[in-house]
């Protein structure tokens, strides 16, 4: 009974109204029971058991609806707390993960830095012959985990 304007109307008339049509079929099938008894009444009888077991199986249909209905809305509030604590722990894993590629990118800066002084140091070496020395190599190498 997940009718999409039940979310529109708040928990209290629900509860009342599926309530008030509950006893108030009850109360027109027992009139109809004792209406049956007294003479004067005995015409309103058959109408007051129909109207009663009417509303009365409608007030049934409707309460399990209502329950269904309460049930829904608990689980959306639910969903909508972890929504939210996800949200903050999400928020959470970014600024770590900021940090993280914050100080990587000091370090692979720091790491640039040094290799560049270090050619720089080595350009006349480098420039003069056109060998490469291990110290050349290994240079080149550093150079190449930077940047991977």
């Known amino acids: 009974m997940s009718i999409w304007f039940l979310q529109l109307i708040p928990d209290a008339w629900l509860a009342w109204a599926v309530n008030l049509t509950l006893i108030v079929g009850a109360v027109s099938m027992v009139l109809g029971i004792f209406t049956g008894i007294l003479p004067f009444l005995k015409s309103y009888s058959p109408m007051l058991k129909v109207v009663g077991f009417i509303l009365l ?10 329950g269904v209905e309460m049930e829904y809305r608990a ?3 639910e969903m909508k707390a ?4 996800a949200e903050q722990k999400s928020q959470e894993a970014n600024r770590q993960i900021e940090k993280v590629i914050e100080q990587q990118t ?25 060998e490469l ?11 190449m985990e930077v940047t991977e």
Not at 133 to 143: A, F
């Open 106 to 130: 000091v370090v692979i800066q720091q790491d640039t830095e040094e290799t560049l002084a270090e050619i720089e140091r080595l350009k006349a070496e480098i420039n003069a012959n056109c």
């Open 133 to 143: 020395t291990p110290e050349m190599i290994i240079l080149y190498n550093r150079g």
């Open 75 to 77: 689980r959306i509030d």
């Open 57 to 66: 199986l409608a007030g049934a249909y409707f309460k399990g609806g209502y």
């Open 82 to 85: 972890r929504i939210e604590i």
